[in-house]
Structures are given as C-alpha cells and as structure tokens.
C-alpha cells in the first residue's frame, strides 16, 4: 500500500517514488525462467519491441538496458566524430551530453524556454555552425518541445534528430508519440519512470536507413540479427558496437506495464491533476509556479513540480519536506556549470532562463498509486512555505 499522509513529525514518509507491479509481473517472470532463455532477445523482448512499434509507428523499436545506451546508439548511428557539434539544452540529465562526448563531439548549450523548461527552439539556428551535426532535444517532464520548428531547422541544416524522450512515454505532440518525430528516440523505462522494468530503455528508429546498423551495434558489432532472419549464412564482427540488450527478464516485467499502460497513466494524471488544483491559488497570488503545457502538447503526468520565487524559498521547501519525510528533490543542476560541462562542452550565448529556473524548482512525489491525502498533506507544506 502507498504511504499514508505525513504527519508533521514526519513519522509516516511519502517517498518520492514507489515503483510497483501493475498486473502481470510475477507471472511473466516465471514464465521467462520458464523458458530458460534469460538473456537478451528472447520472447518477452520481441513482444515488448512489436508493443511499442504499435504504440509509437516506430521503424523499429528495440530494447536496450538503459535511455542512456539508446542515446549512446543514437551518437553512433549518426557517426557523431571528434570535434563534430551538437546542440542541446543544458537543463537535463548527463546521458544527453555523454552520448555525444563518447564519440568524441562537443555539446553546445543553448538556453531553454520559460514555460516549458525545454530548449528554446528560437535560439537553436543561431547556434548552428560549419561542425554541427545533430539537435538532440529533450522532452522534459514528458511536455514536448517545438518539434515541428525544430525539425524546420534540421532540415534546413541538414542536420540530425535525436528526441531524448526519456520521461516521454505515452505523451504526444499533436497526434504524434515522443519519440517518434526525429530521426531517433530513446525512451526510458527506469522505475522512476511511468511504466517500468527496474532498469530499461528503447531505441526508436524513425528513419529506415539507419535500422540495419541499430541491430548491428546493439548485437555489439556483429550481423548476428541477419544472421537469424536468414540474411547471411553466419555472422562476424562487421562494425564498432557494444552489449546492449536487456535481460529477458526485464523485458518480461515490462511487458506487464505495457499491458497496463491505460490504467497507470489514469492514476498518474489524476495525481496530477489534484497537485495542480491545490497548487491553482498559490500561482494566482504570485508565490509560485506551476508547470504549462502548451495546448499542442498531451502530457503523461511524468512529473509534479514547483517553481518557487527564489532559491531561498526552495531550499526552505526543501528542508521543510525532508524534515517531514516528503521526498521532493531538485531537477536538475545545469550541465553547463558542472565540472565535466566547463571541460567537455560549449554553451551558446548566455543561459539566464536555464541558470534561475534551475534554481527555483522543486519535483514533488508522483507515482500510480499515491493517495489523495498525501497529496493534500505535500499540497498544504507547499503552501504553507510559500506563504511564508
């Protein structure tokens, strides 16, 4: 059962995630030890990559043991090459600017937009030079960005797409899924995900030239996938390339999220939806923020935050949370100042929006099945710190 409210020692916690079966879990995987193939591409696998084809209109959909290892692949199909450019939003998770410095290319920041938190596409052209090669995007909070100016851009460039929709599963942008718009998606199924395998992830191929080698460096360099489809009459190493497969395993719990994806995204967005009522009359007074989704986007109720006034008043939030056994937690500290950003990677002009929203929000608990009254008791130690 999902913790109860907190009371104001703190004695019953609402923690900021609790990952939980949905339906078919246990049974899939015994049926998977059943099967004695635990390994990646087995059964349970396939089902998952033909599940999210259909879901997405994906080329192709295949599993990985990570979003990060998605990306990761993304960088090499795109043959992103030492001193190559790629542009991107600092405010986001260091898998996006760590595919793109494996291989040698350099991310360069520019700033993100102030209602959605995700990267201003009006700023992105100007940041194009002679070494560009690629946009990577990210759809943060599962709110998407400006996709149709983005991929404007990259077709006026010739550049490449790589839709980081890690927190974009079951969220649209018009009529289209996250993920299947740019060139490739990487999704992520990690248990603080909406639907997931403890770790996971997916590579989604939207353009077909590149579905051969996805196989080829997800099977670490081998043609061993047409090798099984009868292609070739054995397989070798043929490129660079390296393991990426899930364990069957992981694919069999995942299966049983997929299976329930209508029920948890109800849970979520009720959730959310009750989050966003109580936090309605704060915003109106001017003492925070909430989230915006433009009226293209259809979001999947990812995540809950905040946007206080001041950095002050979210270190307060903060500590007032943990001392009451709130989970809430920032998101996130820009790449562009941190160590590795300052070595590794460029930003473009400055980043105002990015640098002081980074600052002020706060991620409140969400998962499928938190209760209304520990929704109600986050809501009101949020407005009582708001109103100071």
């Not at 099984?228 to 995942?254: C, H, I, M």
Request: hydrophobic letters at 45%; glycine letters at 8%.
């Amino acid at each position: 059962m999902p913790p109860a409210v907190p009371d104001p020692a703190g004695a019953t916690p609402v923690p900021f995630n609790v990952p939980q079966p949905a339906g078919n879990e246990l049974a899939y995987l015994a049926e998977a030890v059943g099967n004695r193939h635990l390994s990646g591409d087995g059964p349970f696998t396939k089902r998952c990559n033909a599940w999210l084809e259909r879901e997405t209109g994906a080329r192709q959909a295949l599993l990985t043991h990570s979003c990060t290892a998605a990306m990761e692949m993304a960088a090499m199909l795109f043959d992103l090459a030492p001193g190559d450019e790629v542009i991107m939003p600092s405010f986001t998770f260091v898998s996006t600017a760590n595919a793109a410095v494996l291989r040698g290319a350099v991310p360069v920041f520019v700033d993100i937009r102030p209602d959605t938190l995700n990267i201003d596409e009006r700023l992105i052209e100007a940041a194009v030079t002679e070494r560009t090669r690629a946009i990577f995007v990210v759809h943060y909070a599962g709110v998407s960005a400006a996709m149709d100016e983005i991929m404007a851009i990259a077709d006026r460039h010739g550049l490449f797409v790589l839709e980081d929709a890690a927190q974009g599963v079951a969220a649209r942008y018009g009529d289209r899924p996250l993920g299947s718009i740019g060139h490739l998606g990487a999704v992520s199924f990690h248990e603080t995900k909406n639907l997931i395998a403890g770790e996971g992830g997916a590579l989604l191929v939207n353009d077909a030239r590149f579905i051969d080698r996805a196989h080829i460096l997800r099977e670490k360099g081998t043609n061993r996938t047409k090798f099984l489809q009868g292609r070739v009459d054995k397989y070798t190493w043929v490129d660079v390339g390296s393991s990426y497969l899930p364990s069957e395993l992981n694919a069999a719990f995942l299966l049983a999220q997929f299976e329930k994806v209508e029920e948890i995204q109800r849970a979520r967005h009720r959730a959310w939806d009750r989050y966003h009522r109580a936090m309605a009359p704060l915003e109106r007074e001017g003492l925070l923020a909430r989230p915006s989704v433009p009226q293209i986007c259809a979001h999947n109720a990812h995540i809950y935050y905040v946007l206080m006034p001041t950095m002050e008043r979210r270190t307060e939030l903060l500590r007032r949370t943990k001392a009451a056994g709130i989970g809430a937690v920032f998101h996130y500290v820009p790449l562009h100042s941190a160590p590795a950003g300052t070595r590794f990677a460029r930003q473009h002009g400055a980043l105002p929006v990015t640098d002081d929203l980074s600052a002020r929000l706060v991620r409140l608990p969400l998962w499928a099945g938190l209760e209304d009254r520990a929704i109600d008791a986050v809501s009101a130690l949020v407005a009582d710190v708001a109103r100071g």
